[in-house]
């Protein structure tokens, strides 16, 4: 069963830092690429961010480009999303999901499965 | 930035009957739409992508259609379980994703 598994979020204040965690079970992490998808509380979905498989790509949204990092580690089967200079607009369900396809290491960005989500909450 | 609009913002139809939802897209996209369901308190969960290809499991009552700016969504015979909020998204540009339609059965 392909599962993939959030941690890492938490209440934090504006300006502070949080690195999220997608630990990756019952597929071969290594050859898909990834990506993080928020949604804040009752809205809707907003992609954030992608990573083809051996990290050479990556692509940020124009809202966290220059505050977030998306990193991986296919030893550990891990996805990270490094988030830097927190905002009160940032709160959201993080969720990591893998691609459907993964063609030359390049996702197509079609996003299943996806995890179970991870609670970002910035306030003051 | 694609921008893409979902119709209608609600529906609410009974069991058996069918369910036909609208996603327009601000400009032409190909065929790179993909539809996702999302019940409450869970994740999202990919139905169609490429417009109208079915994921795996995905029952053959979800069928997607249309390209370029107008794309739909129909769910025929309708169940209880199919109640839930149904998202488009593209992959033209930047993923974006529709405002979604909540489905009441």
């Known amino acids: 069963e392909v599962l993939l598994v959030e941690s890492g979020g938490g209440l934090v204040k504006p300006g502070e830092s949080l690195r999220l965690s997608c630990t990756a079970s019952g597929f071969s992490f290594s050859t898909y690429a990834m990506n993080w998808v928020r949604q804040a509380p009752g809205k809707g979905l907003e992609w954030v961010s992608s990573?083809?498989?051996?990290?050479?790509?990556?692509?940020?949204a124009d809202s966290v480009k220059g505050r977030f990092t998306i990193s991986r580690d296919n030893a550990q089967k891990s996805l990270f999303l490094q988030m830097n200079s927190l905002r009160v607009d940032d709160t959201a369900i993080y969720y990591c999901?893998?691609?459907?396809?993964?063609?030359f290491g390049v996702g197509r960005n079609w996003f299943d499965p996806w995890g179970q989500g991870t609670l970002v909450t910035v306030s003051s | 930035e694609i921008v893409l609009t979902q119709s209608p913002a609600t529906l609410s139809l009974s069991p058996g009957e069918r369910a036909t939802l609208s996603c327009r897209a601000s400009q032409s996209i190909s065929s790179y739409l993909a539809w996702y369901q999302q019940k409450p308190g869970q994740a999202p969960r990919l139905l169609i992508y490429d417009s109208s290809d079915r994921a795996t499991g995905i029952p053959a009552r979800f069928s997607g259609s249309g390209s370029g700016t107008d794309f739909t969504l129909t769910i025929s015979n309708l169940e209880p379980e199919d109640s839930a909020v149904y998202y488009c998204?593209?992959?033209?540009?930047?993923?974006?994703f529709g405002g979604g339609t909540k489905v009441e059965i």
């Open positions: 999901a893998r691609d459907l396809n993964t063609i």
């Open positions: 998204q593209q992959r033209s540009s930047w993923p974006s």
């Open positions: 990573i083809s498989t051996v990290g050479s790509f990556i692509y940020y």
